[in-house]
């Protein structure tokens, strides 16, 4: 009886840091963009949610494999994949700005209809200096989707005040899917997007590329 407990605990323990494994497989590729999902993609929540599964796991096949030796490798195994994961979390994070150095997003615009906002992000550059993007979200509840590309990005390096031309003043919608961005020069950048995929026709770069 104490055997088949064992089994059925540790089956349950593997289903469960099956399914975390695999939500944040979905959740870290998230190819349609939902923003419901993007804060589980993150690089920290998910090497933490594999850690757990990792554990997981391991308390598993302790509850089942028998003799010391059998535990002691896979606790050592269970060591090793544990790093291997937190150090490509590391590695992906440090050359990934728009996963981990970006701060939360803050709502700039909303369209006229209601169906769509510019967000934007601002946060550290990988080779020092800050950066801020602007992405087109829509509002749908949890169906809303945020643009898989930038529609405007603005790159200061820390190096003295930077040009007015690459400060970004304001961002504002002048239809439904059309867009104006104006620098701190006064100059103004106007584009649409498609209601679709949420890309811009034409993106606006200042340094970033």
Not at 16 to 42: D, E, Q
Not at 81 to 96: I, K, Q
Not at 164 to 176: A, I, K, N, Q, Y
């Amino acid at each position: 009886m104490r055997a088949r407990g064992r089994w059925i605990t540790a089956s349950l323990l593997t289903l469960v840091a099956a399914l975390a494994v695999a939500f944040v497989i979905v959740a870290a590729s998230n190819p349609w963009h939902y923003t419901a999902l993007m804060p589980w993609g993150r690089t920290g929540v998910a090497v933490s949610i594999l850690l757990i599964a990792i554990f997981g796991l391991v308390l598993a096949a302790v509850l089942v494999v028998r003799g010391v030796r059998g535990r002691i490798g896979l606790t050592g195994g269970a060591i090793v994949l544990a790093l291997a994961v937190m150090g490509g979390g590391v590695l992906y994070g440090s050359l990934d700005f728009v996963d981990t150095d970006r701060g939360p997003a803050q709502v700039a615009a909303v369209s006229p209809g209601g169906r769509y906002e510019l967000v934007a992000f601002r946060g550290s550059a990988l080779f020092g200096g800050h950066q801020e993007v602007i992405r087109v979200r829509s509002r749908a509840g949890l169906g809303s989707r945020e643009a898989g590309e930038n529609l405007a990005c603005f790159m200061s390096i820390d190096d003295g005040w930077p040009a007015p031309d690459r400060v970004l003043s304001g961002v504002r919608f002048t239809g439904e899917t059309s867009v104006e961005v104006t620098t701190k020069d006064g100059a103004t950048w106007q584009t649409s997007f498609d209601p679709g995929t949420l890309l811009a026709l034409s993106r606006l770069s200042k340094g970033c590329e």
